[in-house]
Nanobody, 114 residues
């Protein structure tokens, strides 16, 4: 059974940093591209970063300078480092794996507020 478990969310002040983790099990992690999405209240889910199975990362222009995605195929882990956080970064962040099928984690809440 495939499981993706996100962790690392929480409350952070504007300008602060946070690192989210995604632990995968029951899957050949290394062949899947991994992405992070977020969903703010009342908004559609949007992708904030994606990394290929080979480690090539891409970001929307608005995230490029503040978010860093990484992965360790041997550990079946992925991370999203976020800095200079803004209140509009608030939302539930989801880990996503995609190849022949697509899998989602349950999400972790990030709240940016003073």
């Amino acid at each position: 059974q495939v499981q993706l478990v996100e962790s690392g969310g929480g409350l952070v002040q504007p300008g602060g940093s946070l690192t989210l983790s995604c632990a995968a099990s029951g899957i050949n992690f290394r062949v899947y591209a991994m992405a992070w999405y977020r969903q703010a209240p009342g908004q559609e889910r949007e992708m904030v970063a994606i990394i290929s199975s080979f480690g090539d990362a891409n970001y929307p222009d608005s995230m490029k300078d503040r978010f860093t995605i990484s992965r360790d195929n041997d550990k079946k882990m992925g991370w999203l480092q976020m800095k200079s956080l803004k209140p509009e970064d608030t939302g539930v962040y989801y880990c996503n794996l995609r190849w022949d099928q697509e899998y989602w984690g349950q999400g972790t809440q990030v709240t940016v507020s003073s």
